[in-house]
């Protein structure tokens, strides 16, 4: 059972990063509020993922989180029926630990529908198994902010960079008009603040718009 890993992150290819361990690269997936925290790929600082790892008969996959917080909110998730891993790294993405337990709390079918993955039932699912629980964990009752600390992933341009948000939006399930639309808001509003827009920054503005 693979619990932590320690390295390097070679390669991000949202929602999966690549993790050098002393010459071995790990395939992880993790939630933006992971990426936010993780410095750029080649970059020789070395970062700590606490890991959770799935097995199955065919495939083996690790799910990988900065905080331990993290990694106890997406244990809960895959343990309401009809959420897998997928899924839950979605509403982790999408919500935030804090986001997604306000709006559990909230009983916001809407909100959580909004979620690719997440049908109305499932939602009940979410609000009925996890309203407590969720709290128990030290949540308060309020919404997550935006505020975020990203590093500047080198890209050249912001034409490589809104293909790149695309790109991660279609991966996290939403289709490719919708991610079209949020990524150029999301930029453009991300522009007016500065000529170097970060990449996690705006992912996390995009999914905001997507959620609302």
Known sequence: MIAQLTGLVARVATPF???????????????LSTLERLPQPGSQEK????????????????YG???E?????????????????KVALALLSALGGAGLAQTVGA???RGLSKVPGIGAKTAQRLILDLKDKL???????????LAATGKIIAKSGNAQLLEDIISALMNLGYNKAEAQKA?????????KLGPSPQFPIVLRA???????
């Open 17 to 31: 990063v690549v993790i050098d361990v002393g010459g071995v690269g790990y395939k992880v997936a993790v939630p």
């Open 47 to 62: 970062v700590t993922l606490i890991t959770h790892m799935l097995v199955r008969e065919d495939d083996l996959s690790l």
């Open 65 to 67: 989180f900065s905080e």
């Open 69 to 85: 917080l993290e990694l106890k909110v997406f244990e809960l998730l895959l343990t309401v029926q009809g959420v897998g891993p």
């Open 107 to 109: 009983e916001d079918v």
């Open 135 to 145: 709290f128990a964990l030290g949540f308060e009752r309020r919404v997550e902010g």
């Open 183 to 191: 990524a150029d808001a999301a930029l453009d509003e991300a522009l």
């Open 206 to 212: 995009a999914l905001n718009r997507l959620t609302k």
